[in-house]
């Protein structure tokens, strides 16, 4: 079904209305989901897994769901039972983009804040309840203070930005902009942006009361791997199509027997298996691993933030994997898949439009685990190079609702 929607959802920036239909058959908005507000609350693993065959299919439907869905961890890790309760109560589910660079401002006033701003690249909002905004304020000691502000999709507008092939591949990414224009949000509907690299905090609202390690402390590993499920897929799809042209199409030049019969694509076919496995388990490791550090941590002995950045840098070396199997795949199959809507070329694309984030790739992992690993401070630090991406062209901003 998402393979044959796939052109249409890319016109439309999104999946479509059927395939939203299908995704509340089949759950996907509750793997995430506490089980006290009927959701299936299943692991990190699990919803990865799923993530992965959905992009498998369609990476931009993939992204889009992924990071919809995959931000229902930290919402239930730093936001109040009582606003948890509330959002489950009124819509029976969640979904929400998080635009983590700070865009927007929030002014103080009594009772909460007066936000206002315009946060591009909101990706998973098209279908979404809420919005979880990050901006800037002034705190009491009159510091600047960047605090994650929770919006219902009644005070916010989904701007007409996206889609309708204005981009190489991820058309359907559902990475609009959001505009607030002077809404009011009550404290409560608020958190301290302390969740992620030189901020982090370990803030743990959502282990109080689910008593589920998932939703403890640092959450550097759920951004990673939101953005990590479409590039896997897209390769993990590339490695379906590779072997489906190798398996019908005969080699041009001598011995002109079917392409998988010959040395050359076996070899292709090899070496790329083994780099997209390799990159699938990894996810799925770190997953697991992320767990096993949470359950540390509310047992009482919380891992140290290096500890918890070595995740996010295995996460990006299983992408940068992606990238080169998928790579490989196109320049060994043939110059037909050259031809525009070529449907391996599609995910090529796909694997490529990833690589342009300016913050969230391997370069920029390694560094954050060697930092934290070596108490180095990182020249600017990660929150200043977040707030420092706030004032980019709107065209050099990257992909995907992170900074």
Not at 141 to 166: H, S
Request: hydrophobic content about 40%; glycine content about 8%; overall charge negative.
């Amino acid at each position: 079904m998402l393979r044959e929607s796939r052109h249409e959802a890319s016109d439309l920036g999104t999946y479509t209305p059927a395939v939203h239909e299908a995704f509340i058959e089949a759950d996907f908005y509750r793997i995430l989901q506490p089980r006290k507000y009927l959701g299936l609350e299943l692991s990190l693993e699990t919803w990865a897994k799923v993530m992965v065959e959905v992009c498998r299919a369609d990476p931009g439907a993939g992204w889009c769901l992924a990071l919809g869905t995959g931000h229902m961890v930290p919402f239930i890790a730093h936001f109040s039972e009582s606003v948890v309760a509330e959002v489950f109560e009124q819509h029976g589910r969640f979904i929400a983009p998080h635009s983590a660079a700070p865009r927007g401002k929030a002014v103080a006033v009594p009772g909460g804040y007066r936000v206002s701003g315009t946060w591009a690249y909101s990706s998973g909002v098209p279908y979404s309840t809420h919005a979880m905004l990050t901006a800037m304020t002034t705190g009491p000691d009159g510091e600047l203070a960047r605090i994650v502000v929770l919006l219902p999709r009644a005070d916010f507008r989904i701007l007409d930005d996206w889609g309708g092939g204005q981009l190489m591949a991820l058309n359907a990414s559902g990475s609009n902009s959001v505009l607030v224009e002077d809404v009011f949000v009550p404290q409560e509907r608020t958190s301290p942006f302390t969740w992620l690299h030189d901020s982090y905090d370990g803030g743990d609202l959502g282990w109080q009361w689910t008593k589920n390690p998932m939703y403890f402390g640092y959450n550097g590993i759920n951004y990673a791997l939101t953005l990590a499920c479409s590039q896997i897929g897209a390769a993990k799809g590339c490695l379906d199509l590779f072997e489906q042209i190798i398996r019908t199409k005969k080699r041009i030049h001598p011995p002109q027997v079917l392409r998988y019969l010959h040395p050359d694509s076996q070899r292709a076919w090899g070496q790329a298996a083994a780099m997209v496995d390799a990159a699938e388990n990894i996810v799925y490791a770190a997953a697991r691993k992320s767990l096993e550090l949470n359950e540390r941590a509310a047992a009482g002995d919380p891992p140290s933030l290096a500890d918890y950045e070595r995740l996010p840098n295995m996460v990006w070396t299983a992408v940068r994997l992606s990238y080169e199997a998928g790579e490989l795949m196109f320049r060994s199959v043939g110059s037909s898949v050259a031809r525009v809507g070529d449907p391996l070329q599609e995910l090529f694309l796909a694997l490529q439009m990833q690589r342009t984030q300016a913050t969230d790739n391997a370069d920029n992992a390694t560094l954050a685990a060697a930092h934290a690993h070596f108490g180095v401070e990182a020249a600017g630090g990660f929150s200043e190079m977040i707030t420092t991406r706030t004032n980019a062209e709107p065209g050099a901003v990257d992909m995907g609702g992170k900074a």
